[in-house]
DNA sequence: TCAGAGTTTGACCGCTCGGTCAAACCGATC
DNA sequence: GATCGGTTTGACCGAGCGGTCAAACTCTGA
């Protein structure tokens, strides 16, 4: 198996899938091994520990992220054009790594641990928000371009990491392309509403 | 310590400090007996075990959440000033119980587990915005009254679990009276707008 | 004073955890 | 065929986990 990475990547393909779908304390080691098709030995010969894995995991999707907002940050048109474009670009995002939003809000919510890769990936991406409201916003107060951030994102993200929690009040499911493109309008509504009401 | 429930309250309110500011995972049943000041069997015997200690705590929040949550639906006045009411109760709620939000964020984040009484909780919260919201709003679509609730949930839980992570973009620290009171402020503003512009 | 129910305790059990290690394996190079 | 560095492995370690149990303590009512 030494030819490239394939173990390398065969460990880390489990370990995404553990877990984003169990959480982080409810994976061992022996549970990625297994889920790799390799020996626990080995995950510890390709990663410095479990927190190291886990780091890498999420460093991948962050990656990932980043570039989905940065392309969507980078496009042309007026300030609603681009806001459409991040939000559209996070809602894509979360639907196709629906365990990616559940990661971060876990991870967020997790109380201690590591929050700098939060930290740093967070402050991008209110960077990223600051940049496209741009002068249409106040730097300080109730309407500065961080409390839109935070309120956007929660948005988008909560309604993701709500689903399970909200079937049965849901008609349907919430993750459908019907639920997902419903919430997609009720985000661009949200956005045309509040820069039309922006002074 | 026999008398009234002493030893038991004592367990819970360590088991509350403990798994707020750790995480279930992140806690043993020594360290719960450690910070109650008890041997580790006196908490089994309070208690069926860890889960039902768990439960017992977030069922404390819940309660309380809900009788805050009451008061504010059965306000006087019109829909502005009743979904003012039942912003300012959640945020009221989550600043005096910081923990709280972290806990219930975490539990729907964390995949598997006993959603049940996050689901009932959250559909007691779906269910009060909706007979807040009346008939402002249509019953289907996009408009529809649980894409407010979702998105105002998370604007108001996500300011308080985001906090931590960020430190450092924000000036001053968000938990501070001063920060909360400027987080409410975007709320109001926020339902203002979004109150307006319903057709 | 004694019996008995309700508490509290420390010792203990089986198990799984993250992590280590020396030995074996394997494909290339000489 | 010998050598050698990168890879893979199973056996192993100490620690901590949730949970149990019988013995000891304490308070009360007869």
Known sequence: MARNGEARAKILAAADDLFA???YDAVSMRDVAAG???AKAAVFYYFDGKDALYAAV????YRAHEAALADALARDGD???RLHAVVDAYVDFAADNVRYARMVQRKIAGGGGDLS???QNLGLLLRGVESALGDAVPARGPLAARHFF????????NYFTYAPALEGAWDG???SPEGIAERRAHLHWLVDTLLAALP
Do not use: E
Not at 58 to 61: N, S, V
Not at 150 to 157: I, N
């Open 21 to 23: 779908t169990r959480g």
């Open 36 to 38: 790799a098709g390799v």
């Open 58 to 61: 999420l460093d991948g999707y």
């Open 79 to 81: 300030l609603r054009a």
């Open 117 to 119: 890769v939060v930290r």
């Open 150 to 157: 935070v309120t956007l994102s929660g948005a988008v993200l």
């Open 173 to 175: 499911d919430p993750l």
